[in-house]
């Protein structure tokens, strides 16, 4: 790693003497060990005032420290995690060790420093250092990210006996954070790709969550009453690998690794949370307010691969969870119950002429001796071509993911929150890897935003679990009006953004989302919604071309969080000089691991505005007529309305009617007038069997009820010419109290 001296980033002095416990150890593994020094000490948050300004307090001079002699001075397990501030753009990080071994390890612990700062979890994370409950952890651009915490050798300071490969006794760290939790309000100054420092984040340890790619946030509804603090979800995951163990048998106080499957294996702790109850199924929940840690919901049935991701359906209140296991979607309700499942490779595949593709029935089965840990076609994954990995709700539909040479498909939520079988194939992505989309999210203006992630690994060192390097992030939108040439709604080319640094600019770990927007000094604009792409990568500025020019903006080993104005598509910000850059654990000698960061969310509340193909709230309920409106002479209808739903689209607000014909009239088909001077109201000429009646309302003012007058007709009588019957009536719509204005 290159580094400037004059930047607050550099090294500080190294200690010039041994610590005889170091020397002791040294001696018993049999290889040199250098003392592990603290950086040069950087401000530490330790109280909060009650104007959210702090007393501060510096770090003392370097000292010798053994490898994770220091720990948090209060368990992140007493509150379900760490402490995250509220203080607004202050200058905090961690403090960090330098680690360095003088040849000894083997060569899997040559993968750069990567392995050694795995193996012997030398990094100190102060989030939950100086901890102050307060009473809630998520607020309005909050950004949650996964990913690996890190390994320890357990017992390291008593030594290694002469011969023992410290690989062999290397564990996941239960007492680090695999999801935290990040204040990124205040940036600190313009993008010039820099790295950001933020307050210390709210963290929830391997021990509690096991290893989680996924997330969610829910609408923050508690007891049937809004309280505007989400709840935060986590999904197991097998993304960042799977490790098993047998029981100790050397009686060294530490069970054995085992790379492939064996009698009496078990998941090593940290994988799967196995010690709050949880397994390779099991969604967390992270509560909001308190941060209190609970197991949410389980799919017990999935062996070990875990789950793609989750989407939260805020109109109906329920979530989605793709199965890796079988390839099934999970329908599960706002307590953790589950529903019901969709099967895209029964169910979806036909809908495009495919031939469908049942669950093979294979599981992940560690004491079977044909699981390898470092083989993932042994874990047990469904069929590529059911394989679901993304799935994101948007405009009534549930948007998913499926397979390594990624196609996008959507099925429609109906009005009681079943799947309404519906399936409808949106695209087959182009990119120059047929790698697997494991991240869907949508912006406000309608554009489809997809991540890539390298090939899932899990090299026995630690020190990658995906193909790092060719993972590109890129958008899609519809084609307005519809090009009746290519098959798909969606254009063909998408726009893609630069990630990362290396050559390429292609560093995605597969996880994205939208954010709000940022002024000129990187502050965040709560009243811009979805104005900023943030997304995972790895190495992200790592590139010894530039490194001079990048060194004055921080470390280059930065594993962790890329963000962006969601404008600067290629050829712009090539490279990325105008994003900012948040690591995931503060901690910079890691430059050669890959796959160690997952997923990430944000919470987005955009109250009084709409996103295109979003549904909104309003309208009424039935009985059709509202109080106020009675029908003309109090004559009965020829239609009943039994629901309207409400979407914005680049042409203004969308209305779908669902119309039930009690009179039995026969129609199939609708011309719809405006009865509101200065409305314009609009509806297509033909009507697809089975859907909604949709018509478009311009020019009305948010809220308003416009008067929409339709002749319901069938399209056989009208295509005779001449005359023809009509039933005709006056829909009184309550439109909703949002904008559709951009």
């Known amino acids: 790693?290159?580094?400037?001296?004059?930047?607050?980033?550099?090294?500080?002095?190294?200690?010039?003497?041994?610590?005889?416990?170091?020397?002791?150890?040294?001696?018993?593994?049999?290889f040199p060990l250098i003392p592990l020094t603290l950086r040069r000490s950087r401000r530490i948050v330790t109280t909060r005032k009650a104007d959210n300004s702090?007393?501060?307090?510096?770090?003392?001079?370097?000292?010798?420290?053994?490898?994770?002699?220091?720990?948090?001075?209060?368990?992140?397990?007493?509150?379900?995690?760490?402490?995250?501030?509220?203080?607004?753009?202050?200058?905090?990080?961690?403090?960090?060790?330098?680690?360095?071994?003088?040849?000894?390890?083997?060569?899997?612990?040559?993968?750069?420093?990567g392995l050694l700062v795995l193996a012997l979890a030398a990094s100190l994370w102060l989030g939950g250092a100086a901890q102050a409950q307060e009473t809630q952890i998520i607020y309005p651009g909050s950004m949650a990210v996964t990913g690996f915490p890190g390994t320890i050798i357990p017992n390291f300071d008593e030594g290694l006996p002469p011969g023992v490969d410290p690989v062999d006794e290397t564990f996941i760290d239960t007492s680090r954070a695999s999801l935290r939790v990040f204040d990124v309000s205040h940036l600190g100054g313009p993008a010039s790709g820099q790295l950001v420092f933020t307050p210390p984040p709210f963290e929830v340890t391997s021990g509690q969550i096991g290893e989680v790619f996924g997330l969610a946030y829910d609408d923050g509804v508690r007891g049937g009453v809004p309280s505007g603090i989400p709840n935060l979800y986590a999904a197991a995951?097998?993304?960042?690998?799977?490790?098993?163990?047998?029981?100790?048998?050397?009686?060294?106080?530490?069970?054995?690794?085992?790379?492939?499957?064996?009698?009496?294996?078990?998941?090593?702790?940290?994988?799967?949370?196995?010690?709050?109850?949880?397994?390779?199924?099991?969604?967390?929940?992270?509560?909001?307010?308190?941060?209190?840690?609970?197991?949410?919901?389980?799919?017990?049935?999935?062996?070990?691969?875990?789950?793609?991701?989750?989407?939260?359906?805020?109109?109906?209140?329920q979530f989605f969870a793709s199965?890796?296991?079988?390839?099934?979607?999970?329908?599960?309700?706002a307590d953790g119950g589950p529903i019901d499942t969709f099967d895209h490779g029964v169910a979806g595949r036909p809908a495009h002429g495919l031939a469908p593709v049942a669950d093979d029935g294979a599981v992940m089965d560690i004491q079977g001796a044909a699981f390898d840990t470092e083989d993932a076609e042994t874990w047990g994954y469904t069929q590529d071509e059911?394989?679901?990995?993304?799935?994101?709700?948007?405009?009534?539909?549930?948007?998913?993911?499926?397979?390594?040479?990624?196609?996008?498909?959507?099925?429609?939520?109906?009005?009681?929150?079943?799947?309404?079988?519906?399936?409808?194939?949106?695209?087959?992505?182009?990119?120059?890897?047929?790698?697997?989309?494991?991240?869907?999210?949508?912006?406000?203006?309608?554009?489809?935003?997809?991540?890539?992630?390298?090939?899932?690994?899990?090299r026995y060192d630690y020190s990658r679990f995906a193909d790092s390097g060719k993972g590109e992030v890129i958008r899609y939108f519809r084609e307005n009006p519809d090009d009746p040439t290519t098959e798909s709604l969606w254009v063909e080319a998408p726009q893609e953004y630069a990630v990362g640094f290396p050559q390429g600019n292609r560093q995605s770990a597969g996880g994205l989302d939208l954010q709000y927007g940022y002024d000129a000094d990187g502050n965040l604009d709560t009243s811009v919604c979805t104005q900023t792409l943030v997304n995972t990568g790895d190495k992200l500025r790592d590139n010894p071309e530039l490194a001079e020019k990048l060194a004055a903006g921080g470390p280059l080993a930065v594993h962790g969080v890329q963000?962006?104005?969601?404008?600067?598509?290629?050829?712009?910000?090539?490279?990325?000089?105008?994003?900012?850059?948040?690591?995931?654990?503060?901690?910079?000698?890691?430059?050669?691991?890959?796959?160690?960061?997952?997923?990430?969310?944000?919470?987005?509340?955009?109250?009084?505005?709409?996103?295109?193909?979003?549904?909104?709230?309003?309208?009424?309920?039935?009985?059709?007529?509202?109080?106020?409106?009675?029908?003309?002479?109090?004559?009965?209808?020829?239609?009943?309305?039994?629901?309207?739903r409400y979407f914005c689209t680049p042409h203004g607000l969308e209305a779908d009617l669902y119309l039930h014909d009690h009179a039995g009239?026969?129609?199939?088909?609708?011309?719809?007038?405006?009865?509101?001077?200065?409305?314009?109201?609009?509806?297509?000429?033909?009507?697809?069997?089975?859907?909604?009646?949709?018509?478009?309302?311009?020019?009305?003012?948010?809220?308003?009820?416009?008067?929409?007058?339709?002749?319901?007709?069938?399209?056989?009588?009208?295509?005779?010419?001449?005359?023809?019957?009509?039933?005709?009536?006056?829909?009184?719509?309550?439109?909703?109290?949002?904008?559709?204005?951009?």
């Not at 580094?3 to 040294?26: Q, Y």
């Not at 690998?241 to 106080?253: H, L, Q, R, S, Y």
């Not at 199965?323 to 309700?333: A, E, N, Q, V, Y």
């Open 1 to 30: 790693m290159t580094s400037n001296p004059e930047t607050p980033w550099s090294p500080g002095p190294t200690g010039a003497r041994r610590d005889h416990r170091l020397r002791d150890g040294a001696d018993a593994l049999g």
């Open 54 to 113: 702090i007393r501060e307090e510096r770090a003392g001079p370097p000292r010798l420290a053994l490898i994770c002699a220091a720990m948090p001075g209060v368990s992140p397990v007493a509150n379900g995690g760490s402490f995250m501030s509220r203080v607004q753009g202050t200058f905090v990080s961690s403090l960090h060790f330098d680690l360095h071994f003088a040849g000894g390890l083997r060569r899997a612990a040559h993968a750069g420093s």
């Open 237 to 317: 995951t097998s993304l960042h690998g799977v490790e098993i163990v047998t029981p100790d048998a050397d009686k060294d106080g530490r069970p054995e690794r085992q790379r492939r499957g064996t009698a009496g294996a078990t998941f090593m702790e940290g994988q799967f949370g196995t010690e709050n109850g949880g397994g390779p199924g099991t969604i967390w929940k992270i509560d909001g307010i308190t941060g209190q840690v609970a197991k949410f919901a389980d799919i017990d049935t999935n062996s070990g691969p875990g789950i793609g991701n989750l989407a939260f359906d805020p109109v109906h209140r």
């Open 323 to 333: 199965d890796l296991d079988t390839g099934l979607i999970h329908r599960i309700d």
């Open 386 to 458: 059911r394989r679901v990995w993304a799935v994101s709700y948007h405009g009534g539909r549930l948007y998913y993911s499926v397979g390594e040479k990624s196609e996008i498909w959507s099925v429609g939520i109906a009005r009681d929150g079943t799947f309404a079988g519906d399936p409808r194939w949106e695209l087959t992505v182009k990119a120059d890897k047929d790698y697997a989309v494991t991240d869907i999210a949508f912006d406000n203006s309608g554009f489809m935003y997809l991540a890539q992630r390298g090939p899932t690994e899990n």
């Open 563 to 644: 963000i962006t104005p969601k404008d600067l598509v290629k050829p712009a910000n090539v490279p990325p000089f105008g994003s900012w850059f948040v690591d995931f654990d503060g901690y910079f000698e890691d430059p050669e691991v890959e796959g160690h960061v997952g997923d990430v969310a944000v919470w987005r509340p955009c109250e009084g505005r709409a996103g295109y193909y979003e549904e909104i709230p309003g309208g009424y309920e039935p009985p059709f007529y509202p109080p106020d409106f009675p029908p003309p002479g109090n004559l009965p209808p020829c239609l009943d309305v039994e629901d309207v």
């Open 665 to 742: 009239f026969g129609g199939d088909s609708i011309k719809a007038q405006s009865r509101t001077p200065g409305v314009g109201v609009t509806s297509p000429m033909s009507h697809a069997p089975g859907k909604p009646y949709t018509i478009d309302i311009t020019g009305h003012y948010p809220g308003d009820r416009v008067d929409v007058g339709l002749c319901f007709y069938r399209k056989s009588d009208k295509d005779k010419g001449g005359y023809y019957p009509c039933c005709k009536m006056t829909l009184p719509l309550r439109t909703p109290a949002v904008s559709c204005e951009r």
